[in-house]
Structures are given as structure tokens and as C-alpha cells.
């Protein structure tokens, strides 16, 4: 299944959510936090897991236009933050003044939207990242670059896919999983599940309770999301617990 590690996505250098005015060095961004199902809803435009790189010249103007879309209900916000490690848990230091929407941890509920705009005046780069709890550890950010040697701004995105997907529950293990909000989890698992179908049959209520058992004990904990899932699976195909 190599073709699920290509691009399902066409380039986005200039995407329609992108609007630039060179003459007064301004590039106004519209950023849809949950735009589709990617990442279990936790995505801006779609994309989630740096898939998605926003380049701006340094200077430039930023207005960014962020809109909760809502699905699977989730609360969403947006900061402009430094790429620390690890990523918090929630909140958020802008890296650039008032670069973040209003309510960063509760999140703006689904229709509500706001606005902000910042000076790129320092070079590097930077996150997307949402800020309500646990949602940018699961994924929900993406890269804003400031360069000096770009001369308009573009974009540029890439799809992990199914593999991709794959990976980022890798990245989670016990730890991770515990830190997630009960709706996060169920976004998250359901996600996942879509693409493993038939692999994991069952609803993600199912696993989610199966998994809250199972990380239950200490010494699994490390074990990785993906690997517990397939376990759990057995273990009900099998009919035991
Ligand atoms: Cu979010």
C-alpha cells in the first residue's frame, strides 16, 4: 500500500484560505480548526501534525481569520507558539504579541470565530497550535515559517495518510492517552478506526472503555496506543477480558 504514504492532496502553494496583498506586505490567513475528519477532527484546514507549513516573508503583516468548524463538537483555539518540547498540554505562550484567539484553553465552541494579527518580525520557525487541553498533544498544530529569503508567502502541505495516522499513535502511549479529555479520546480513537477498518470492527466506545482497563496498570503504560488497540482486539475476539 505504498500510494497511502503519497500526497492525497493536490499542492497548496496558493490555496483559496490564503490572501495576499504584496503591496502592503500583508498576507490575511483563514484558518478552520476541525476542517474535517484528519486526525480524529483535530486539525486546522485539514491538515494536522505539521502536514501543513505556512511561509512568510519576514515583516509581512500576518492577519489570521480562525473559525471553529465544529465537527465531532470539539472546542478549538489558536496560538502562535515557539516549537518547544514537549508541546503543553494546553494554553500556550504566543510568540508573537496578541498572536492567539480568545478563550486559548476552553476553546471557541462550534460557528464561533475570531481574528488576529502580528508583525513576522522574528525569523524561524513556529506552530499553529491549539490550546485547548490535550488537543495539541494529539496532533492540532501545524508550522508558520518566517523567512528572510522568501518574497511571498506560500504554503506548502504533505499527507502521512494512513500511515501517518498510524505513526502518531505510536507516539502515544499510556501517559499521553491519560492526559486526553474524554471526547478527545473518543475523536482520536474514531479517527484511527475509520482507517483500520476491518481490521478493528468495533465502536470506538468499545476500545475507549477497553483501553481505560488496560492502562489502568502501571507497567502497561509505556506501551504504545496502536499496540494496545490490536491486543484489546484480540482479547474480544477472544471473548475474555
Ligand atoms: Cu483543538
Redesign the pocket.
Known amino acids: 500500500m505504498l500510494a497511502c504514504a503519497l500526497p492525497v492532496h493536490a499542492d497548496e502553494t496558493a490555496p483559496a484560505w490564503m490572501k495576499v496583498d504584496a503591496d502592503k506586505r500583508t498576507v490575511r490567513l483563514q484558518l478552520v480548526?476541525?476542517a474535517d475528519g484528519t486526525n480524529g477532527t483535530?486539525n486546522f484546514n485539514g491538515y494536522a501534525q505539521g502536514e501543513m507549513q505556512v511561509i512568510v516573508p519576514f515583516g509581512w503583516t500576518v492577519h489570521v481569520d480562525f473559525e471553529n468548524k465544529g465537527l465531532a463538537a470539539?472546542?478549538?483555539?489558536l496560538a502562535i507558539i515557539d516549537p518547544v518540547t514537549p508541546l503543553p498540554i494546553e494554553d500556550g505562550v504566543p510568540a508573537f504579541p496578541r498572536a492567539l484567539t480568545v478563550r486559548l484553553v476552553p476553546?471557541l465552541l462550534a460557528g464561533e470565530t475570531d481574528s488576529f494579527e502580528f508583525v513576522a518580525n522574528k525569523e524561524g520557525r513556529f506552530l499553529f497550535f491549539?490550546g485547548?487541553t490535550g488537543?495539541g498533544v494529539a496532533g492540532?498544530w501545524d508550522y508558520l515559517v518566517v523567512s528572510k529569503e522568501a518574497t511571498r508567502p506560500s504554503v506548502q502541505v504533505t499527507r502521512k495518510g494512513a500511515a501517518g495516522e498510524t505513526k502518531r499513535l505510536f507516539a502515544y502511549d499510556g501517559h499521553a492517552w491519560r492526559r486526553l479529555g474524554e471526547r478527545e479520546k473518543l475523536a482520536l480513537l474514531s479517527g484511527f478506526l475509520e482507517e483500520q477498518r476491518p481490521t478493528l470492527p468495533f465502536a470506538p466506545s468499545v476500545y475507549k472503555a477497553r483501553l481505560e482497563d488496560f492502562y489502568h496498570y502501571q507497567d502497561r503504560l509505556e506501551i504504545p496506543l496502536d499496540r494496545a488497540l490490536f491486543l484489546i482486539n484480540e482479547q474480544i475476539g477472544q471473548g475474555g477480558r
Open positions: 480548526g476541525s483535530m470539539l472546542p478549538h483555539s476553546g491549539c485547548v488537543h492540532m
